[in-house]
T-cell receptor, first 110, second 114 residues
Framework: SQQGEEDPQALSIQEGENATMNCSYK?????LQWYRQNSGRGLVHLIL?????REKHSGRLRVTLDTSKKSSSLLITASRAADTASYFC??????????FGSGTRLQVQP | DVKVTQSSRYLVKRTGEKVFLECVQD?????MFWYRQDPGLGLRLIYF???????EKGDIPEGYSVSREKKERFSLILESASTNQTSMYLC?????????????FGPGTRLTVT
C-alpha cells in the first residue's frame, strides 16, 4: 500500500482562490517533500520539510507537517491557471528512495 | 541546472520483446531511480542504484532488471515485455547528501506494449 495518501484526489477552484491539499502517511519519516507534475511530464520538486520542522514557506507555497498525526498539508495561495497540475507528497523513510502518494489533481479555472 | 534525459518520450513494443529504457543525468549524482506511474496508483519504485554497478529492488521489481555501468547512465530492461507493463516510466536522480535530498526527474517514457 502507498505510504503517502493525498486528499482530495481532485480539486477544482477559481483563479485567485487558495488550494489546500493534504497528505497522510503511516510510518516515521526523515522528511516529507512535495512535487508537481504537469500533464504528461516529469515531476518537479517544490519544497522539502524536515521531520523537526512544523511549517515552511516558499513563495506562494506553505507546507505544514504534523508528525504526531502523520500528516502534511500544502497550501497554494492566490492560485493561477498555470498552477493546474498534479501534486504529490513523497516521504523519506531513510531507505534512500522516496515513497510517493497517488497525487491530487488540481484544476484552476481562469 | 540538473538535467535528466530519457531516451524516448513514446515507445510502442510487442509482447515478448526485450525493451531497453535509457536514462542519463549530467550532475554527477550518486543515486538514480526508476519508477512507473499508473492512474490512481501514483509513482511506484521499480529499482534504484546508489553507485555504479550497485542496485536495489524497489517495490515492484518483478519483470524488470537494471544496469548501471557508468555513473551518469541507468538503464531499465524489460526482459520480455507484457501488456501489463504498459505505463509511464520515470527516471530520477539525486545527490547523496544524507537523508535530505530532492529528486530530479526526466520527462518520462510512455511505453505501450501491444
Amino acid at each position: 500500500s502507498q505510504q503517502g495518501e493525498e486528499d482530495p484526489q481532485a480539486l477544482s477552484i477559481q483563479e485567485g482562490e487558495n488550494a489546500t491539499m493534504n497528505c497522510s502517511y503511516k510510518t516515521s519519516i526523515n522528511n516529507l517533500q512535495w512535487y508537481r507534475q504537469n500533464s504528461g511530464r516529469g515531476l518537479v520538486h517544490l519544497i522539502l520539510i524536515r521531520s523537526n520542522e512544523r511549517e515552511k514557506h516558499s513563495g506562494r507555497l506553505r507546507v505544514t507537517l504534523d508528525t504526531s498525526k502523520k500528516s502534511s498539508s500544502l497550501l497554494i495561495t492566490a492560485s493561477r491557471a498555470a498552477d493546474t497540475a498534479s501534486y504529490f507528497c513523497a516521504t523519506d523513510m531513510g531507505r534512500r528512495a522516496l515513497t510517493f502518494g497517488s497525487g491530487t489533481r488540481l484544476q484552476v479555472q481562469p | 541546472d540538473v538535467k535528466v534525459t530519457q531516451s524516448s518520450r513514446y515507445l510502442v513494443k510487442r509482447t515478448g520483446e526485450k525493451v531497453f529504457l535509457e536514462c542519463v543525468q549530467d550532475m554527477d549524482h550518486e543515486n538514480m531511480f526508476w519508477y512507473r506511474q499508473d492512474p490512481g496508483l501514483g509513482l511506484r519504485l521499480i529499482y534504484f542504484s546508489y553507485d555504479v554497478k550497485m542496485k536495489e529492488k524497489g517495490d515492484i521489481p518483478e519483470g524488470y532488471s537494471v544496469s548501471r555501468e557508468k555513473k551518469e547512465r541507468f538503464s531499465l530492461i524489460l526482459e520480455s515485455a507484457s501488456t501489463n507493463q504498459t505505463s509511464m516510466y520515470l527516471c530520477a536522480s539525486s545527490p547523496s547528501q544524507g537523508s535530505y535530498y530532492e529528486q530530479y526527474f526526466g520527462p518520462g517514457t510512455r511505453l505501450t506494449v501491444t
